[in-house]
């Protein structure tokens, strides 16, 4: 509450705090200045009650290919668990909050009415309390995950569970805005909380460690207030999907090939498997074949992958193969199943192919180690993991990427691809 008589600043809410979001769209937040900033959890409710504990405060550990840059981010006033929607309905009534960023990873936007399982249901509740206190100024609900279309995904699962006024008055009072976010933001470890805590001089539990790199595109759609982001180095303009397919395709679309066929043979990290020479020269294959989908100069694109082998060799990042290899299922939907689609089909994208078959020779054999796979099909893979004959397994679990690509037509040439 401000005193009497003084204008609130301006609140920004944020949904799913992650390493992500404290690397990039919070860090940018703080240094365009100005706004203060609610934190909500996307599930578990862990790291609010660690912010809450070291006031909202965290270390930002930016390595370089040679040092370290240990900064403090103090801009989140409140945190809270995901659960807590009298918090979220206060904060997004408050007349004073005009922007609520999202990053609840790409599985978070399925569609669902049940605010405890969904985020989009959790938020349409709350821009409920908005419409019912009577706020006029637009909010804008801007997508920071990595979907095409992110914005559009997010006004979909939102309106899906909205009541039947607050539809109505949507439009008029709620901008979607679709963004292309990009920092590789790995796990952060016991080695870099040290770090920050001895730097900064609190105990800190929060720590993000990430890239010198950083961009963030988004779309020039806001009719109410927004942070000065561009002041921190973000770009606002009118076509955001030619970016996010640059980077879904070329950066995510390696990152998804390695992290299925460089683990398999035999790799734990980003920087060792390009390093080896057999993965390396199959990314590339997958660099072309996405390339080929995208309506952008040679030079520009040769520029973009050159730039990107050069932040996956950073040998000091340690970014886990794992990690990136979590979620598959929803990745290969966005990564790789289009460039095969736009190709033409399977028999037109061997690389496309490769990353597929790379997964699912990756899942059966973690599967049957006795390992659950990190994904939202969980069961349905483990159980097409079992299947004994290697047809019925491959169709199994190609069928759990969807209908981008005729399934068949893909187990198919899959199979085959490791004939
Ligand atoms: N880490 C990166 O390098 C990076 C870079 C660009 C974009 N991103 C985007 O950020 C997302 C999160 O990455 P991260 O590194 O912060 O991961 P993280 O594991 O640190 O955080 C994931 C966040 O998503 C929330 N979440 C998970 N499942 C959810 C669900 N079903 N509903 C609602 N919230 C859910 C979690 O509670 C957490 O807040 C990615 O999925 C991606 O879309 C990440
Ligand atoms: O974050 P995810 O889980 O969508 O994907 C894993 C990585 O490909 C991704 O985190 C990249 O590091 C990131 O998109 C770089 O900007």
Redesign the pocket.
């Known amino acids: 509450m401000s005193p009497a008589g003084t204008v609130p600043r301006p609140r920004l809410v944020h949904?799913?705090?992650?390493?992500?979001?404290?690397?990039?769209t919070l860090a940018y937040t703080a240094r365009a200045g100005g706004w203060d900033v609610t934190a909500f959890?996307?599930?578990?409710p862990t790291?609010a009650q660690t912010l809450t504990a070291q006031g909202g405060r965290y270390g930002l550990v930016v390595r370089g290919p040679e040092t370290d840059e240990v900064e403090e981010i103090a801009v989140i006033d409140e945190a809270f668990p995901?659960e807590d929607l009298r918090a979220l309905r206060r904060v997004i009534a408050d007349p004073a909050t005009a922007v609520v960023t999202?990053?609840?990873?790409?599985?978070?936007?399925?569609a669902g009415s049940d605010p405890a399982?969904?985020?989009p249901a959790r938020l349409a509740l709350a821009l409920r309390a908005r419409r019912e206190a009577g706020v006029e100024e637009p909010i804008a609900l801007v997508s920071?995950?990595?979907?095409v279309g992110?914005g559009e995904v997010l006004r979909r699962a939102v309106l899906a569970a909205l009541d039947a006024g607050t539809r109505d008055w949507f439009d008029a009072h709620v901008d979607v805005v679709s963004t292309m976010?990009?920092?590789?933001?790995?796990?952060a470890g016991e080695e870099e909380m040290a770090l920050a805590s001895t730097r900064l001089g609190f105990h800190d539990r929060a720590t993000?460690v990430?890239e010198p790199f950083h961009e963030w595109v988004l779309e020039d759609s806001f009719r109410g207030r927004r942070p000065a982001w561009e002041a921190a180095g973000a770009q606002l303009t009118g076509d955001v999907a030619l970016h996010e397919r640059r980077k879904l395709r070329l950066l995510?679309g390696a990152h998804t090939f390695l992290a299925y066929a460089g683990q398999l043979a035999g790799h734990e990290r980003v920087d060792q498997a390009v390093a080896d020479p057999a993965v390396r020269a199959a990314m590339e294959e997958v660099w072309a074949e996405a390339r080929a989908t995208l309506d952008l100069p040679e030079a520009e694109l040769d520029e973009y992958t050159s730039a990107l082998l050069t932040r996956f060799r950073n040998p000091r990042l340690a970014?886990a193969l794992l990690?990136?290899a979590?979620?598959g299922s929803e990745k290969l939907r966005v990564r790789i199943l289009p460039v095969i689609a736009e190709r033409g089909g399977p028999g037109r994208s061997p690389a496309g192919v490769a990353a597929v078959r790379a997964w699912t020779d990756w899942v059966t054999a973690r599967s049957r180690a006795g390992h659950r796979i990190a994904d939202?099909r969980a069961e349905e893979i483990a159980a097409a993991a079992a299947l004994a004959e290697d047809g019925a397994r491959v169709r199994a679990l190609v069928a759990l990427l969807g209908e981008e690509t005729d399934p068949e037509a893909l187990a198919a040439a899959v199979l085959s691809a490791g004939a």
């Open positions: 949904l799913g705090i992650g390493a992500f979001a404290r690397a990039h959890t996307g599930r578990t790291i995901a999202l990053t609840i990873t790409e599985k978070g936007y399925a399982a969904s985020a920071c995950d990595n979907l992110n976010v990009d920092r590789i933001t790995p796990v993000v990430t995510n970014d990690r990136i979590a979620d939202p």
